[in-house]
């Protein structure tokens, strides 16, 4: 298909916003004619990222500003990775001045603020889709796929987790200008949840006939960051015997309307290996994310499909294999692995269709404020000592009769096969 050239302009060039936006460049039809961060040598540095790729093709400017860029640059969208308390903000203001707005992941401040972003969309007619990029790993899309073939039968419960030793990045926030570390010193609950809680709300229809109607949240006392201290920077170091917000583990507890339950556990300040703790189980089985020395697996049970009653099978050999999301089959993703093997270039090519065709993303903004505003409601019930808090309707009621969703190869509603023959 002829590709329509998109101007996407990049606001946030950290780590993650310039290695995003290399790989963005890489999406055909997409230009960034503009980049942005508050520090100027992150902003020089994206100039010249984009330089190097354009080739002399088209001119890039910088910004210190995203307000003055907006106002200054003729943008199809932007894409946001600046920090989880600015994230909502800019895609507001990026939707007010005609742009479409991908924006990196994080939990929201605010129920506020998610009715803001929402009403913002429906008023500019101008999308806000999380830039959920473990929603496309190649895991999750096979399990969604046989989920979608009812091989687990009625999905009953699902799991998952952010599961992921960052103590040095919440440590150095200072040193190294990054944005997690006052999140952890001043609040306390599920503060990163859409990871996990991305293709578990696909998998259970949420917002689509299903919706989160409550949840409750407990964190655990604080001791990771200042043992890593003592560890590292030693007790002379200002941060140690701080007394950190933000308990160690924080689980949380989801109740859906029709009635399955999702739990998800927050864990970035201990030592563990990564996980995001995937599992779903249904009325006919069960797969769930190993979590054990022999790599990137799963293991699975299905009832009288696996070889064995009542015993485990592993996942990637026997069933991705035969269920491979066909996303994943094809030579476009085959050919081409990039950050976080491929799911990073897949969100992306995903964003960049839905800005070329100026149509609905698969990851719309119903989905963004449901799946960032877990974080301030966990934040509530945390403080109220694990007290059921309700859940908001951000589609105000159309959860029970929504048009469906548009199909496409990137789709997350359903398997769209018409797109891959
Ligand atoms: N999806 C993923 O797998 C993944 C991986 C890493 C990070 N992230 C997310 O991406 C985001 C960025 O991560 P990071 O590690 O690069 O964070 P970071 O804190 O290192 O960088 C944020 C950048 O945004 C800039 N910034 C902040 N406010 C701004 C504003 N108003 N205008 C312009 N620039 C502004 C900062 O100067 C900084 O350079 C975070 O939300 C993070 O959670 C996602």
Known sequence: M??????IGCIGLSGRGAGMMELLLDVPGVIVPAVCDLVEERMDKGVEIVKKKAKGEYDVRGYIDYKTMLDNEDLDAVFVATTWITHIPIAIDAMKAGCHVGMEVGGASSIEECFRLVRTSEETGKFCMLMENCCYDRKEMAVF????QGLFGEIIHCEGGYRHDLRDEIVLGRENIHGRLKNFMHRNGELYPTHEIGPIAKILDINRGNRFVSLVSVSSKSKGLNEWIKNN???DYDLYGYDWCC???????????NGETVTINHDCCLPRPYSREFTVQGTKGVVKELESAEGDDATIYLEGISEKPHCWEYFN???RAKYEHPLWRDDDTVNFVGGHGGMDYLILAAFAESVQLDAEPPIDVYDTATWMAITALS???VSMGGSAVPFPDFTNGMWIDRAPARRGKFCLEQVCDEFFE
Do not use: F
Not at 2 to 7: F, G, H, L, S, Y
Not at 247 to 257: M, P, Q, R, S, V
């Open 145 to 148: 796929n046989m989920v979608k």
């Open 379 to 381: 934040e509530q019930s």
């Open 233 to 235: 920077k030693g007790e």
């Open 247 to 257: 308990g160690d583990i924080t689980t949380t507890i989801l109740k859906c309307a």
């Open 2 to 7: 002829e590709q329509k050239t998109c101007r």
């Open 317 to 319: 050999e026997k069933y």
